[in-house]
């Protein structure tokens, strides 16, 4: 009785999840990560190399890996692909040139087989943008309807730069982890 | 302890109350093991009831999507069942409230069910994969199919259509809606395009701006844009007040660029001088023989639309460039700084026709 309690107690205790942040350069994946955080966001340099943060969110503790999404360095994405419990695809949502790459890179992604049970949230950013396309047109121009339907997702609009729609895809992606990975309380 | 020294006692003492200490005694053992017994008996045998009463839940619906998935499989002619699809989907549902099952119960559960438990649903995952492969071969292909169907059809866009800085419905690529495309410059040769976004007035709100496939041009851009994409340019000069998000460039060729932004990302620039104010450090990648410079852009009121996008100050990261192709601590072949002697001095954008200073 006493062992089975302790158990319990160190398996709440280590409630991290790992996210992966990834999409093309210029989406805004270390403005979500700093804002979310409540830094300023105001000088942030394209990334080289990657960053990680870890933040207490409700009850959990995220482990966010920030990895740089220039072209050169989207061969090293892979590096990063193990253990993670949720998988955050940034798009600029203003780009319209680049959707196309957009979609292909993700696609890429999701054949990914240790990415295979990882929950995935689309951030269709830059909303505060006039010509962004909304999130359902994103979704459509992404194809994520064609996606295996085994897949925990869902897309959520928001702009990292007011910070609006950021904590409800935190939101639904942390609780969707917690379902799968943790005993619900 | 106590329960020792109870025991000890009746042995060396001949108290009267000897008898009654015995009998207490005797009740204090029995209720001593009975409380032992209840809890040797009781506590296995629920833990393996719940135990048993999952493993049945499990192999229950386990057999009920194994089933299905036969009779999917023994479907005479798949290919034109309409019925198989969402039947499917059924499938994997299930599948997924099945492991949802196992993660909840992963607590009280042996740790050799749950691996087992777990190794099941793997296996159904990739029958269910491998009868949808078999039952609906075609999935694949007609994505592919969609896609190569857009690329034509953009391809064709961008030879015909020459955009003024209007917006303008574009029908786009079978999508179901209407992309309102983004203003800016597309396509023009050997012209001077000017635009001024007034937003100090506020009609027109802050918003991206587009400059792409541009041959021989000289581009004037005057007040606040939040974004800014470049795409082929050859032989063009680009002047552009504060852009207050960030900018893209991709393919330019023998060309100037003079802009102050939050972030810049250059692509694929070859031969192209840079005069630049950034909050952040520039970055260059797959680009060679680029220069850089620091901002010189005048025209009348760029000092204030300069503080209102925060980039009133100069920063110096002009010459701090990160080349994504050059990860060493030693200087990058692929960039350099713009000898002084060969900077142009000011530019001024204001008068009709800019009158470069020396």
């Known amino acids: 009785m006493g062992l089975l309690s302790i158990i319990r107690k160190i398996k709440r205790k280590e409630k991290e999840m790992r996210i992966l942040m990834v999409?093309?350069?210029?989406?805004?994946?270390?403005?979500?990560?700093?804002?979310?955080?409540?830094?300023d966001t105001s000088v942030i340099s394209p990334t080289l190399g990657f960053n990680i943060k870890t933040i207490t969110y409700q009850k959990y503790t995220l482990n966010i890996w920030d990895v740089g999404g220039q072209k050169t360095i989207r061969s090293y994405w892979r590096n990063y692909f193990e253990q993670t419990d949720g998988l955050v695809w940034v798009v600029d949502s203003s780009d319209l040139r680049r959707l196309d790459d957009c979609r292909y890179e993700l696609h890429n992604l999701l054949k990914e087989e240790r990415l295979s049970g990882a929950s995935l949230l689309i951030f269709a950013n830059k909303q505060d943008i006039q010509g962004a396309l909304s999130p359902d047109e994103i979704a459509k121009v992404l194809n994520l309807e064609a996606m295996d339907n085994s897949r925990?997702?869902?897309?959520?609009?928001?702009?990292?730069y007011t910070g609006d729609g950021l904590l409800d895809g935190f939101d639904w992606l942390v609780q969707d982890i917690a379902s799968r990975i943790y005993m619900l309380d | 302890m106590e329960e020792d020294d109870h025991l000890s006692k009746p042995t060396t003492t001949t108290d009267p109350s000897d008898s009654a200490l015995q009998r207490k005694h005797a009740a204090m053992i029995e209720r001593l093991s009975n409380l032992h017994q209840s809890r040797s008996t009781r506590k296995p045998e629920s833990e393996s009831n719940s135990t048993s009463s999952f493993l049945s839940r499990f192999s229950e619906s386990k057999n009920s999507i194994e089933s299905t998935l036969s009779r999917i499989r023994q479907t005479p002619d798949p290919h034109s069942n309409p019925t198989l699809k969402p039947e499917l989907d059924n499938v994997s549902l299930s599948i997924s409230n099945l492991e949802k099952l196992v993660a909840e119960n992963s607590f009280s559960l042996p740790s050799y069910e749950v691996r087992t438990c777990l190794k099941t649903v793997a296996d159904l995952k990739q029958i269910v994969e491998q009868v949808a492969c078999d039952v609906i071969p075609k999935k694949k292909f007609s994505f592919k199919n969609k896609s190569t169907k857009k690329t034509t059809t953009q391809n064709d866009d961008l030879g015909v259509r020459v955009l003024d800085n209007n917006s303008q419905n574009v029908e786009s690529r079978d999508l179901g809606f209407k992309v309102l495309d983004s203003p800016g410059f597309r396509g023009n040769e050997n012209e001077v395009l000017v635009k001024e976004f007034n937003n100090r007035g506020s009609d027109e709100e802050i918003r991206e701006f587009v400059l792409s496939d541009l041959r021989g041009c000289e581009v004037r851009l005057m007040g606040n844009i939040r974004a800014l994409f470049v795409n082929k340019l050859i032989d063009c000069k680009v002047y552009v007040g504060p852009v207050f998000g960030s900018v893209l460039i991709d393919e330019a060729k023998d060309c100037v660029f003079m802009m102050a932004s939050h972030q810049i990302r250059i692509h694929q620039a070859k031969m192209c001088d840079f005069y630049l104010r950034v909050r952040s450090r520039p970055i260059i990648e797959d680009s060679n023989g680029v220069r850089f410079a620091p901002y010189c852009l005048k025209y009348d009121g760029i000092e204030k639309d300069l503080e209102e996008a925060n980039l009133g100050e100069e920063t110096g990261n002009w010459s701090n460039v990160d080349d994504f192709k050059w990860l060493r601590a030693v200087q990058s072949p692929n960039?350099?700084?713009?000898?002084?002697?060969?900077?142009?001095?000011?530019v001024d954008i204001s008068t009709r026709d800019a009158k470069i200073s020396c």
């Open chain 1, 23 to 39: 999409g093309l350069d210029n989406s805004g994946k270390t403005t979500i990560v700093l804002k979310i955080n409540g830094e």
């Open chain 1, 152 to 160: 925990h997702w869902r897309i959520v609009g928001c702009s990292a």
């Open chain 2, 335 to 346: 960039w350099s700084i713009l000898p002084e002697n060969e900077r142009l001095g000011a």
